[in-house]
């Protein structure tokens, strides 16, 4: 999604030098994020024959999940399940622009 932040800094931000803390929370939540598509990875096949539609949010740190049909939804669920955590917010089995990081 992100590629690399030297691409990212020169095709969306040519004039824009990063400081040294941007960077580095950029780098954080571009982990967070690859760690949120490897648990997605892991549980496609199940989530896509039961849930394929509905959005989903994991815990990146657990793998612990939260799915339901509408966005708003899900993310509040999330909240209470995993409050203060680091989470990956997607949609299950579609294409998404969602598909990134969230709390924690």
Known sequence: ?????????????????????????AEKVHANIEKGKEWYKKL???????????????????GEYVVDADDVKVLDLSDEKFPNRKR??????????????YGG
């Not at 917010?89 to 998404?96: A, D, S, W, Y």
């Open 88 to 101: 990956y917010f997607t949609r299950i089995g579609l294409p998404n622009p969602f598909g990134r990081f």
């Open 44 to 62: 496609a096949k199940e989530l896509e024959e039961k849930h394929f539609g509905h959005y989903i949010v994991i815990n990146t740190e657990t």
């Open 1 to 25: 999604m992100w590629g690399s932040f030297e691409r990212c800094k020169e095709s969306h931000m040519p004039n824009v030098a990063m400081s040294p803390e941007v960077k580095e929370l």
